[in-house]
């Protein structure tokens, strides 16, 4: 784990005070998600992903994890920055609501682009292990 993520891991662990061990690891998953954005590590998303994940974000059409993973790994786009706060983890035995504030840095066929989203991911646990089932964003308030 590099010292800018534990960094941040340390920090909503600190905000949220004393977690649950299913919400550090839902924490701790947040960050593998963004990490793998930046680093292009369609496996640490394949890992984390459910099967039967459906993405839906602004200005691109619903995706299903084999669409997403497949626009991951051509190379298409490339993140310079990947960072969520205003993090909040709610857990419900077997599922999951994490949501907060997403602002990336992205190239697209040679154009930089900025998001800043409000983001909503449905966890739920499948066999001991937390998976992503629903990640659905919109743009945020100015």
Known sequence: MGAVTAVVLLMVVSQEGA?????RELTRLEVVWN????RGDAEALDRVWADDLEIA?????VMSKSDALAFFRSGRMKFERYRTSDLSVRV????????????????VGGHRLEDDWRFTKTYVR????WHVVAFHASEAPP
């Open 57 to 61: 974000v602004p200005r691109m059409k």
């Open 35 to 38: 990490e793998a954005h930046e």
């Open 19 to 23: 977690q649950t061990p299913d919400a």
């Open 126 to 129: 499948q066999a001991g292990q």
């Open 92 to 107: 419900y035995h077997d599922a999951a609501v994490v949501t907060g504030r997403l602002q990336r840095e992205r190239t």
